[in-house]
């Protein structure tokens, strides 16, 4: 059982007739500490089955959470969900290199599927996993959670307003201090699970940042990556990985993201006639938001903690009232090029140019 799990001590409340039910694959810390407490202030969305290779842990959650006994299936057993009616859709919430196969096994069992973010570690598996959906007839969503932010919601409707003028700058940075791990013992320190390391696990928000703040794709890119000698914690991974961006509009980004130095989390827009600040950005909770320069101003747009009943609600409504989704399949197939063209260009040491779908020129 992961670290401070708070289980709840009484039963969820009666379902509506028209809630979407998940099946939640993956009972790790964020599963269990940030999306499925949320359940309980949703509208419309609910926990309908368990999917976990611990049945001591699959026992004790799904009590707390009156999880059905035959609602609870091993990995071996996943198969067998496609019969259960109970289940309509999907949650995958385990490391990212299991994303691919097991977003396809939900779709061959004829279920719907939210996948945890980044969607995959390669766009050519984002693209097998867009195509079983389609073939299965099926909505794919992307849990991009600050989508659904009061903050970064409202930050949106600012940048698009004009708020801080015409944008020149975008920088963005999220980082913290990994403790002593190494792959055997941490999955975000594998390579086969985690890919390259902080930018897909923590820079994956920044970079989404600068694409939601804008509101353009990048017609280039250069970065550096590093990672240091000796340390088992990145002996598969990198410790920084930092880039910069040129926009059609003329529009630069930088941004960083580290597993080795102090935290933080951050996203500036810099304009013609003011500047966005938020810091915290993209966090749990604790958001902070002010414009400086013209019409300087604090912002408290709203509860961030609503931004987990806020995507799950969302999804519900693609598939109960086949509502465009906001998210979908195909924006983490567009931030996987990216990632792509990120590591690219620190590899070779020169600028990648990209066409506007991300793809390297």
């Known amino acids: ?47 309908a089955a368990l999917v976990s290779g611990n049945p001591d842990k699959m026992k004790v959650v799904g009590d707390a959470y009156n999880v059905p006994a035959d609602a609870r299936y091993s990995y071996d057993e996943f198969a067998r969900i496609a019969a259960d009616r109970r289940i309509d859709a999907v949650y995958v919430a385990l490391p990212t290199g299991q994303h691919a196969e097991w977003v396809i096994r939900a779709f061959a069992a004829g279920k719907h599927v939210l996948c945890e973010k980044p969607m995959a570690l390669s766009s050519a598996d984002c693209m097998r996993m867009i195509a079983a959906g ?34 020149r700058l975008v920088r963005t940075e999220q980082s913290y201090r990994m403790g002593p791990t190494g792959s055997g013992e941490n999955w975000r320190a594998s390579r086969a699970l985690a890919g390259g390391g902080p930018l897909e696990d923590y820079g994956i928000y920044g970079l989404q940042s600068a694409l939601y703040l804008t509101g353009e794709m990048p017609e280039s890119i250069s970065a550096t990556a590093f990672r240091p000698a000796g340390d088992p914690r990145f002996a598969e ?80 409504d693609a598939v109960r009232d086949n509502a465009a989704i906001r998210t979908p399949g195909e924006m983490g197939l567009r931030d996987l090029r990216l990632i792509e063209a990120i590591y690219a260009a620190a590899a070779a040491g020169k600028t990648v140019m990209l066409a506007p779908d991300g793809t390297m020129r």
């Open 134 to 167: 389609r073939r299965a007839n099926k909505k794919l969503m992307i849990a991009y959670r600050s989508h659904f932010e009061p903050y970064n919601v409202e930050a949106i409707k600012l940048m698009k307003a004009g708020a801080v003028g015409k944008i």
């Open 237 to 316: 991974i990198f410790a920084h990985v930092a880039s910069q961006w040129r926009f059609p509009s003329g529009a630069v980004a930088h941004l960083a993201t580290s597993y080795d130095s102090a935290g933080t989390n951050f996203a500036h827009v810099r304009g013609t006639t003011g500047v966005l600040i938020m810091d915290p950005a993209t966090g749990y909770s604790g958001q902070k938001m002010r414009i400086e320069g013209r019409n300087a101003r604090e912002l408290t747009p709203g509860d961030p903690g609503g931004q987990f009943a806020g995507q799950l609600d969302h999804f519900a």
């Open 1 to 47: 059982m992961p670290d401070d799990v708070k289980l709840p001590s009484s039963p969820p409340r009666p379902k509506r007739p028209d809630s979407v039910g998940y099946a939640i694959v993956g009972l790790g810390g964020y599963s269990l500490n940030q999306m499925m407490p949320r359940f309980a202030q949703t509208q419309r969305s609910h926990i």
